[in-house]
C-alpha cells in the first residue's frame, strides 16, 4: 500500500488546542445558549453517548462516504471527545502521558499488555 501524506499534524494540534479552549470557556455558559454547556450539565454519560454515535458515524463515513464527509464526521467526534474528557475529569496532560505511555510500542503489543491486566 502506498504512503499517503496525513498532512500538517502542526495545524491540527494548533486547531485543537484552540477548540479545548473554547469547551473551557464555555464550560460555565448558560446550556440554554452553548451546546457545550448543555453536554457538560448533562454529564459524562450523555457525553459518552454522543461520543459513541460520533465515533460510528466516522466509522460509516470512512466505509462509504466522501473524503470530505470522513472529515467531518471526524471533527465532530474530536469535539465530543474533548467535552466528553472535561465532563469525566480527564485533563489533556492524562491524555499525553498515556500517549506516552505507549510511544514506541507495538500497537499490538500494546493491545496484548491490557489483555493481560484484565
Known sequence: MAKQDLGSAD??????????????ERAGGDPEKSYTAKLLRAGPVRCGKKIAEEGAELALAIAAESRKEAASEAADLL????????????????????????????????????????
Open 11 to 24: 495545524r491540527l494540534n494548533a486547531l485543537l488546542g484552540t477548540l479545548a479552549e473554547t469547551v473551557d
Open 79 to 118: 469535539f465530543h471527545m474533548l467535552v466528553g474528557l472535561r465532563a469525566k475529569g480527564v485533563s489533556l496532560d492524562m491524555v499525553a502521558d498515556a500517549l506516552a505511555e505507549r510511544r514506541g510500542v507495538s500497537g499490538l503489543a500494546e493491545k496484548a499488555s491490557r489483555q493481560t491486566k484484565a
